[in-house]
């Protein structure tokens, strides 16, 4: 079965990809596969500098991420310009990894950008980690120190709450504790995995 798993930023997403995991599903992360299929010397790499130019390298010859971040967020236009250099990239390279997955098995997809991207009519489910925007504000703000106007930025480049919410067959609410999310979580594992066929945990 594929599913695919989003959310918006500090919504906590990785975290909930971490205990699917460790409920036996195989998780192919986006992120992951984005900085791969851009590191030094691939192809990737280079069709990235031909769309934005070489100020996005650092000096060791490697993509300068917060510099690419600074060029893309709030210009639409070299945003696309990335994202058809990367997204193709992404989606090649987790074909490999979904193909090479056990049988019986959820082969979870983790993409932070799927309604964005319109995916989510590929899966057999999405799975869309939910948390009310001020409670992502705040996370950016309190937990990793950024900028108000920064972290409100990167939350109106996504999709909606509400966008991410239509495209859900499943939505976990993250604004509780630990345990409330690792038990909503192993409820929809123990869904999924009984519509597969497989082995309950």
């Given at each position: ?134 409670v992502q504000l705040a996370r950016m703000t309190t937990d990793r120190g950024m900028d108000p106007a920064d972290a409100r ?49």
């Open positions: 079965m594929r599913v695919g798993l989003t959310g918006g930023v500090a919504s906590g997403k990785s975290t909930v990809a971490a205990i699917l995991t460790d409920l036996g599903a195989v998780v192919v992360d986006a992120d992951v596969l984005a900085r791969e299929v851009v590191a030094r010397g691939t192809e990737g790499l280079a069709a990235v500098v031909d769309a934005l130019g070489a100020e996005v390298l650092t000096d060791d010859g490697d993509l300068d991420r917060p510099a690419v971040g600074r060029l893309v967020f709030g210009d639409p236009e070299r945003r696309r310009a990335l994202e058809a250099v990367v997204h193709p990239r992404v989606r090649a390279r987790a074909a490999e990894l979904e193909s090479a997955a056990p049988e019986g098995v959820l082969v979870v997809h983790d993409i932070p950008l799927l309604v964005e991207t319109g995916q989510a009519r590929e899966f057999d489910a999405v799975l869309v980690v939910d948390v009310p925007v001020e930025a990167r939350v109106e480049a996504q999709a909606t709450r509400e966008q991410r919410l239509d495209a859900a067959t499943h939505v976990i609410d993250n604004d509780g504790t630990r345990e409330q999310l690792r038990d909503a979580v192993a409820a929809v594992h123990r869904e999924l995995t009984a519509r597969l066929g497989g082995v309950r945990p």
